[in-house]
């Protein structure tokens, strides 16, 4: 289940159980949200990204969804591995223009074996 | 995507010190950003590092204190000046590619702790 630790929201999953980590989102004027994972002593990872023009996006074992009605975007990731642990950031870009990365609090994903 | 490398990747330093953080790219990108996580928080951009003319601060982060150069389009560097302990962050450097502006790939970060 999810809870909120003293600092990030964290996700405790069983390995090969599915994520979904979600985000809520600021501006209805966002045009364009990006996943990161970052794990422990690392820079943030890009993940998976998605335009407003869509509402789903696959790769490889992860799902973006994005409904703009309520400003919520998910991460859902298929059968969740160790290597999967790690914080995922979601972020927003306001305008259609670099440099207006706005990042959410961030998810910590705990894997148990 | 790049490969984004960082200088020095931790450090310890003392109040009223100064470091400079340097940021390197194997490629020409067009943008380049600096970001501070502090201790168990989310991403907050310090400001975008421009290429031949004074980078641009966000709301709350001035050049006094964060002085950044950017000499050409593969190399940064952030200082972060005159330090308390208050500055101990984790420091990162961004890029945007120019094939996919939005998108910004991460170095590892500068670990920083100011005693």
């Known amino acids: 289940g999810e809870s909120v630790g003293l600092h990030l929201p964290t996700l405790s999953v069983q390995e090969g159980d599915n994520s979904i980590i979600n985000c809520a989102y600021s501006?209805?004027?966002?045009?364009?949200f990006i996943w990161y994972k970052q794990e422990s002593g690392k820079g943030p990872q890009f993940i998976i990204d998605?335009?407003?023009?869509?509402d789903k996006r696959q790769g490889q074992r992860v799902t973006v969804l994005l409904n703009k009605t309520v400003k919520h975007l998910s991460l859902q990731i298929a059968a969740t591995q160790p290597g999967d642990s790690a914080v995922y950031f979601c972020a927003e870009n306001l305008v259609r223009s670099q440099g207006n990365l706005i990042f959410g609090k961030g998810t910590k994903l705990s894997v148990k074996p | 995507s790049a490969v984004i490398s960082q200088k020095p990747s931790r450090d310890i330093c003392q109040r009223g010190t100064s470091l400079t953080i340097q940021c390197q790219v194997d490629?020409?990108?067009?943008?380049m950003f600096w970001y501070r996580q502090q201790p168990g928080q989310s991403l907050t951009l310090i400001a975008t590092a421009n290429q031949g003319s004074e980078a641009t601060y966000e709301s709350g982060f001035v050049i006094d204190k964060f002085p950044i150069s950017r000499p050409n389009l593969t190399f940064s560097t952030l200082t972060v000046s005159n330090m308390s302990p208050e500055d101990s962050s984790i420091y990162l450097c961004?890029?945007?590619?120019?094939?996919?502006?939005?998108?910004?790939?991460f170095g590892p970060g500068t670990r920083l702790l100011v005693l």
């Open positions: 501006n209805s004027a966002s045009d364009y």
């Open positions: 490629s020409q990108v067009t943008m």
């Open positions: 961004s890029v945007g590619l120019a094939r996919k502006e939005e998108t910004q790939y």
């Open positions: 998605i335009r407003s023009n869509m």
